[in-house]
Protein backbone atom coordinates (compact mmCIF):
# COMPACT_ATOMS: atom_id res chain seq x y z
CA UNK A 1 0.00 0.00 0.00
CA UNK A 2 0.98 3.66 -0.69
CA UNK A 3 -0.56 6.80 -1.29
CA UNK A 4 -1.44 9.54 1.56
CA UNK A 5 -4.97 9.28 3.54
CA UNK A 6 -7.43 11.64 2.58
CA UNK A 7 -7.74 13.63 5.22
CA UNK A 8 -4.91 13.38 7.42
CA UNK A 9 -1.52 15.40 7.82
CA UNK A 10 1.29 14.58 5.47
CA UNK A 11 3.18 13.51 8.71
CA UNK A 12 0.69 10.34 9.92
CA UNK A 13 1.54 7.49 10.03
CA UNK A 14 -1.23 6.38 6.98
CA UNK A 15 -1.86 3.90 5.60
CA UNK A 16 -2.08 1.40 8.11
CA UNK A 17 -1.71 -2.00 7.48
CA UNK A 18 -5.37 -2.96 8.90
CA UNK A 19 -7.34 -0.79 7.86
CA UNK A 20 -9.67 -0.40 4.56
CA UNK A 21 -9.07 1.76 1.49
CA UNK A 22 -10.71 3.30 -1.51
CA UNK A 23 -8.45 4.17 -3.83
CA UNK A 24 -9.46 8.58 -4.96
CA UNK A 25 -9.49 8.40 -8.84
CA UNK A 26 -9.83 11.36 -11.03
CA UNK A 27 -10.46 15.01 -10.32
CA UNK A 28 -8.60 16.82 -7.06
CA UNK A 29 -8.04 14.32 -4.91
CA UNK A 30 -6.91 11.70 -7.32
CA UNK A 31 -4.43 9.40 -6.44
CA UNK A 32 -5.46 9.94 -2.15
CA UNK A 33 -7.13 7.08 -0.43
CA UNK A 34 -9.98 7.09 1.41
CA UNK A 35 -10.22 5.18 4.69
CA UNK A 36 -13.50 2.92 4.81
CA UNK A 37 -12.99 0.84 7.58
CA UNK A 38 -16.09 -0.07 9.19
CA UNK A 39 -18.72 0.92 6.53
CA UNK A 40 -21.40 -1.01 5.33
CA UNK A 41 -21.65 -2.09 1.77
CA UNK A 42 -24.39 0.18 1.20
CA UNK A 43 -22.38 3.25 2.27
CA UNK A 44 -19.72 2.19 0.13
CA UNK A 45 -21.70 1.87 -3.26
CA UNK A 46 -23.47 5.46 -2.61
CA UNK A 47 -19.42 7.10 -2.79
CA UNK A 48 -18.94 9.96 -0.61
CA UNK A 49 -19.01 13.53 -1.26
CA UNK A 50 -15.43 14.79 -0.39
CA UNK A 51 -14.52 18.49 1.11
CA UNK A 52 -11.40 20.31 -0.91
CA UNK A 53 -10.20 23.52 -1.28
CA UNK A 54 -8.82 22.15 -5.01
CA UNK A 55 -12.27 22.03 -7.31
CA UNK A 56 -14.55 23.91 -9.33
CA UNK A 57 -15.49 25.29 -5.35
CA UNK A 58 -12.64 26.07 -3.27
CA UNK A 59 -14.54 24.55 0.21
CA UNK A 60 -16.80 22.67 -1.67
CA UNK A 61 -17.41 18.99 -2.22
CA UNK A 62 -15.71 16.34 -4.60
CA UNK A 63 -18.36 13.27 -5.61
CA UNK A 64 -16.32 10.18 -5.86
CA UNK A 65 -18.31 7.06 -5.90
CA UNK A 66 -17.28 3.12 -7.36
CA UNK A 67 -18.57 2.32 -10.87
CA UNK A 68 -21.65 0.13 -11.33
CA UNK A 69 -19.40 -2.18 -12.94
CA UNK A 70 -16.64 -2.22 -10.69
CA UNK A 71 -15.66 -5.02 -8.33
CA UNK A 72 -17.25 -4.32 -4.67
CA UNK A 73 -14.78 -4.30 -1.51
CA UNK A 74 -14.28 -7.45 0.21
CA UNK A 75 -13.86 -5.63 3.71
CA UNK A 76 -10.84 -7.22 4.82
CA UNK A 77 -7.54 -4.87 5.00
CA UNK A 78 -5.39 -2.69 2.16
CA UNK A 79 -7.21 -0.95 -0.67
CA UNK A 80 -10.50 -2.61 -1.45
CA UNK A 81 -11.78 -0.67 -4.34
CA UNK A 82 -11.65 2.31 -6.40
CA UNK A 83 -13.74 5.38 -5.65
CA UNK A 84 -14.11 7.16 -9.18
CA UNK A 85 -14.45 11.17 -9.14
CA UNK A 86 -17.75 12.59 -10.89
CA UNK A 87 -17.82 16.14 -10.36
CA UNK A 88 -17.86 18.77 -7.81
CA UNK A 89 -20.89 20.12 -5.61
CA UNK A 90 -20.76 23.75 -3.55
Known amino acids: MYGRVYGCDHDDPHPLPHQTYAALVGGPLDGLLLDIT??????VDDGAALMT????????????????????PLGGPGVVCRFYYSGDTP
Open 53 to 72: QLGRWPGGRALCAPRADASR
Open 38 to 43: GWRPEE
